[in-house]
């Protein structure tokens, strides 16, 4: 079976997923969640008002309805207006992933190359100084706050030695380049304990097997042994790994987009939290969903490019 | 007598271990002749992989340490070339074949990759398609049916003995003067066993190649070699050619492996003897006795094996045949 025939019969597959985990969205939000009408009407709204509006919003219909409406914008992607601000939802989600996708793509693709580069040296180095002193930064890195780091390197690299802004986001090249630097390096030091130590048990699991004595035993040299016959070994943990961090990526980094005044997707999805905006908070849900379906399907066809015993059936 | 080709001088092994240092290879001594195979036989932890890995420079440090000997292959030491000299001698000079066929294949490249690498390695000067043909060629010679077609797939699409195949034409692609066959057929069924020893004597008698046979299986001796090494806790207890071997056992040791070779002989066919072997358990490296390594387990036993005189040293019981046992059997 060629390739393409399996990629379609995958994505084929996402549909089912797809209605699924529609009919649970629409459990947790039409069910079992309180009714939007009282959220938005408060303590003192007469019955009849609250009727009105339950009609306004679609709530009276029948619930298959009401079920089909977040099936068609699980693929029409039209996700309806905002409760708060009344704009479509589909626009502020375009208007929010570029600061969203700015701040998090260069920081996820410079954070995995440059732990997936230390993990090899110490990989290489394992058992010597380097190896160990690594693994004692990984956990230490590991063991500190997300907000120790935040709140230290605003204060010491924006605030005393002003090397960048404290906080806030210009969109455009290059202005957006210095509002990125500090959540970059955030970025890079709280992902990086977890990964080096990640991909270098996966390379060191790989390292003492019989293959590699065989290679060893053919004359090939370590270095080689590490970069092509034990990596390309290694490469489905460490795709998965990768892979898998992409929808969270589009769904925008919370923490970081709250603490340096980033108007994102992070912050988008908090502020609908806050103020109860349920149409923004189904369509992002929908949304992350979806990203997670597709992204996994990604994952399962990387496979069968990179080991040739996954079959594609 | 052939052209002597590799010699293993007084050769000490130590592995660190968590519980303390232990000597897996304790003063061993070997010759390899061209054109002749020399088996080591013992039982798991008598230290005869780890002296073939020695000779492959494959030790891994710093846990394991050649901490004395000399390893003479054509009168240069081995111990004393540099990695990248080691490089140009595994796999070229002097290759190996492992027990376990099923996993010592690299499972993402394809079988005529992996046999194309050593060509790079060590044969350079060949062309692109050179290699190809060659590794073609060399599939062929191993008895692999449609090599051309094996040539692209992948390790997982070929069965053990195949596989093992595979690893013998790898070992051979650069004609080496030593091939070091670790327990090759002990993973593969017995037909298929018997197909790999007579690949590897036909092998040998086309390219004249040295061989270490290592095994626990003295059947399998019987078919293969020509000298055997009996090895015990880490030392040479028996040396001698085949034929005397097994007809003139004399280490207590050797005769015990000798005994638990199920026969099949009708004489006895009214009374079938039962199958002996040997008491007891081998000594752990950590606390072997002082004296004889075999004491606990040998029904010769007598009171100069306990320690007084040492360990027993090998030496000649007649030319060409060494033991090293106080009482050794007449």
Known sequence: ?313 | MSELILEVKDLVVDFRTDRGKITAVNGVNLEVYKGKTLGIVGESGSGKSVTALSVMGLIQKPTGNVSGGEILYRGENLLDKSVDDMRHIRGNKIAMIFQEPMTSLNPVFTVGNQIIEVLELHQSHLSKAEMADKAVDMLRLVGIPSPEQRFQEYPHQLSGGMRQRVMIAIALACEPDILIADEPTTALDVTIQAQILDLMNKLQKELGMGIIFITHDLGVVAETCDDVAVMYCGRIVERADVQTLFKDPKHPYTIGLMDSIPSFDSTQDEHKARLRTIEGMVPSLFELPSGCSFQDRCPRVIDECRGAKGVPVLSNYKADHKVSCFNPSH
């Not at chain 1, 009282?38 to 009609?55: N, P």
């Not at chain 1, 996820?108 to 580069?117: G, N, Q």
């Open chain 1, 1 to 313: 079976m060629n390739l393409w025939a399996y990629v379609l019969r995958r994505l084929l597959y996402v549909i089912p997923v797809i209605l699924g985990v529609c009919f649970i969205i629409f459990i947790l939000f039409n069910v079992f969640s309180p009714d939007p009408a009282l959220l938005l009407l408060g303590k003192h709204a007469t019955a009849s008002q609250i009727v009105e509006l339950r009609r306004e919003l679609g709530l009276d219909r029948p619930w298959i309805l009401q079920y089909l409406d977040i099936v068609k914008s699980a693929f029409t992607f039209d996700f309806g207006r905002s409760w708060s601000t009344k704009q479509e939802i589909f626009y502020m989600i375009k208007q929010g992933a570029v600061p969203s996708l700015t701040i998090s793509l260069p920081s996820f693709v410079i954070a995995s190359t440059v732990a997936l580069s230390i993990s090899l040296l110490v990989a290489y180095f394992r058992g010597k100084f380097i190896d160990k002193a690594g693994v004692f930064l990984c956990v230490a890195l590991m063991s500190i706050s997300s907000l120790a780091y935040i709140l230290f390197f605003q204060w010491l690299l924006a605030y005393k030695w002003g090397m960048f802004p404290i906080a806030g986001f210009e969109s455009g090249f290059p202005d957006f380049i210095e509002y990125i630097m500090l959540p970059l390096i955030i970025w890079l030091i709280l992902s990086l304990g977890g990964d080096v130590r990640f991909y270098r048990t996966v390379i060191l699991d790989e390292i003492y097997q019989d293959y590699v004595r065989t290679a060893r035993a053919k004359g090939v040299g370590e270095r080689v042994i590490l970069f092509k016959h034990v990596l390309k070994n290694a490469m489905i943990p460490i795709i998965t790994q990768i892979v898998i961090q992409i929808p969270f990526l589009i769904l925008g980094a919370l923490l970081l987009e709250a603490f340096f005044s980033i108007p994102g997707l992070g912050g988008m999805t908090l502020s609908a939290i806050n103020s109860s905006d349920f149409p923004v908070i189904k369509a992002m849900t929908i949304l992350s969903a979806i990203a997670y379906i597709v992204f996994s399907v990604i994952t399962d066809v990387l496979y069968t490019v990179v080991d040739p015993r996954v079959r594609l059936s």
